[in-house]
Each structure stands twice: as structure tokens, then as C-alpha cells.
């Protein structure tokens, strides 16, 4: 059974809820200034659907170039791509994070033209350390991989309060 929205949030720590975020930068704010940086997002196409603290929903179509040897998307595109949403949700405080490890397990193909979408929630959030649950869906919405990140946050804030970038 799926845990609900409120226990999940009961494992946020303090340091890192909403009202504690870094700065007074919003998520959809700190998500605009990182997509401005982010060449690899921009140069996959990814559109960002949906940002909130903690969670991230990031779109992508298969591309002619992003299809492999066996005519399906390869798997590194479906990990790229549930990776920025991952990234996107753990960066939503406006505290610099990155990933400390991930892993993905793929579970159909993708096909050139299909519109992906990776769903990013965070699961715990504790000191500098987090664990965030990705799924990466077809047009159909079927589930065609899973990812799970680790992150840790660095130094320094994403949209800098101080200069606004």
C-alpha cells in the first residue's frame, strides 16, 4: 500500500519544510534559473510540467538521435531523464544538491515519438541527505522504469538571495 502525502511529508526534517527553505526564491523561481543553466535538459528537449518543494515533473520526447542499435530509446536518455527530475525536485528548497548515487531499473522500451514523463517525489529528507522515488511513464501512463536517487546537499543556494541568480 502507498504511503499518503501526509506521511510522507511527516519525514521531512524540520531543517528542510517549507517554511525553512532557502531564501525566499519560489520552486517554480529556483526550477527557471537551473533550467537557464541546464544545457543538457534544454538539449534533450525536457519541458518542465510540473515543480513544488520535494517533487518535480519533467517531460521529454523520443527523439530520431536518441533511439539505439535495437530501435528503441536508449536507456541512458530514460535515465537522463528521470535523473533531472530527481534533480529538479531535490534542488525545489533552493538549497544546492546533487546526486550522491542512483540507481534505475528499466522495465518496458520507449519508442521514437513517445512523450516520457518522470514523476520525482521525495521520500525522506534528513540533514543534508535525501531519497527521492522517480517513475518514468509512456504517452499510455504505464510505468516503464523506476529510479531512485540519493542526494546531498552542498554549499550555497541555487538562486542566490542576495543577487537573484
Known amino acids: 500500500m502507498a504511503a499518503s502525502s501526509d506521511a510522507m511529508a511527516a519525514n521531512r526534517t524540520p531543517a528542510m519544510n517549507h517554511a525553512n527553505a532557502k531564501g525566499d526564491a519560489t520552486p517554480a523561481q ?3 534559473a537551473m533550467y537557464a543553466r541546464d544545457h543538457a535538459a534544454r538539449a534533450a528537449g525536457m519541458i518542465i510540467e510540473h515543480i513544488d518543494r520535494g517533487v518535480a515533473t519533467i517531460s521529454m520526447t523520443v ?3 536518441m533511439v539505439n542499435g ?3 530509446c536508449h536507456g541512458g536518455y530514460m535515465a537522463l531523464l528521470c535523473d533531472t527530475a ?3 525536485a531535490c534542488n525545489s528548497y533552493n538549497a544546492n544538491t546533487v546526486a550522491s548515487g542512483f ?3 528499466i522495465l518496458a522500451p520507449a519508442r521514437l515519438g513517445e512523450r516520457l514523463v518522470a514523476i520525482a517525489e521525495e521520500r525522506v529528507l534528513r540533514g543534508r541527505t535525501g531519497v527521492y522515488d522517480v517513475r518514468l511513464c509512456n504517452g499510455d501512463g504505464d ?3 523506476l529510479f531512485r536517487g540519493k542526494s546531498a ?3 550555497g543556494e541555487v538562486l542566490s538571495s542576495a543577487t537573484g541568480t
Do not use: L, N
Request: net charge negative; charged share 25%; proline share 0%.
Open 153 to 155: 546537499r552542498i554549499a
Open 63 to 65: 527523439r530520431q538521435d
Open 103 to 105: 540507481g534505475i531499473e
Open 86 to 88: 530527481f534533480a529538479y
Open 30 to 32: 529556483v526550477a527557471a
Open 143 to 145: 510505468i516503464i522504469a
Open 70 to 72: 535495437h530501435d528503441i
